[in-house]
C-alpha cells in the first residue's frame, strides 16, 4: 500500500474506482464505431478448439447461467441488448456477433485497472480487487464467446448455400 487510508475510507474509494472505471470503460468501447467489431480481429476469432460455442458449454455449461448475467445496456441507452436476437437475418446475425465482440473487449479492458487497487489498499486487498476483476468480467466473457462461436456456425453455413 503506497496511501495509508482508514478501512471505510478504502471500501468507499474501492466501490467508487470500479463504478467510475466499469462505467468509463464502458462508454468508451460504446463510441467505437461498429465497423471496427465487424473485422476479423484476430483477438475476437472464434478458433477451432472452441468448437462453435461447444468448448464453453461443456467446461463452463453456459446455458444454464448465462440469463443470469445482467445487460450492460440497463446503464447505457445506446448499448446493444445481447440478452435476445435482433432478427434472424445474415445482417442481425453479423452485427450480433460484432457486438459480442465489443463487449468482450469492453470486458477484457476492464479487468486492466486491477493493478492500480494496490496504491491504497493493503496487499491482501489489491489480490482481493484482482480477483473480483477476474470473477465479476471473465463469465461475461466466456458468454460472449460461447454466443459469437454458436453464431460464426451459423453465418458460415448461411455461406456455404
Known sequence: MIVSLPEHWIIFIDVIAWTFFHLFISSMCLKLPLTWFLKDHFLFRTFPFEQSGALWQRLFRVKKWKGLILDGTIFFKKG????????????????????????????????????????????WAGWVMILYALVFNLPIIVVQRYNRGRISAITSGLGKK
Open 80 to 123: 446493444y441488448s445481447k440478452k435476445g436476437l435482433h432478427g434472424t437475418k445474415s445482417k442481425d446475425l453479423i452485427v450480433f456477433a460484432a457486438e459480442t465482440k465489443r463487449a468482450e473487449f469492453t470486458h477484457w479492458l476492464s479487468v486492466l485497472p486491477a493493478p492500480l487497487f494496490f496504491i491504497w489498499n493493503p496487499v
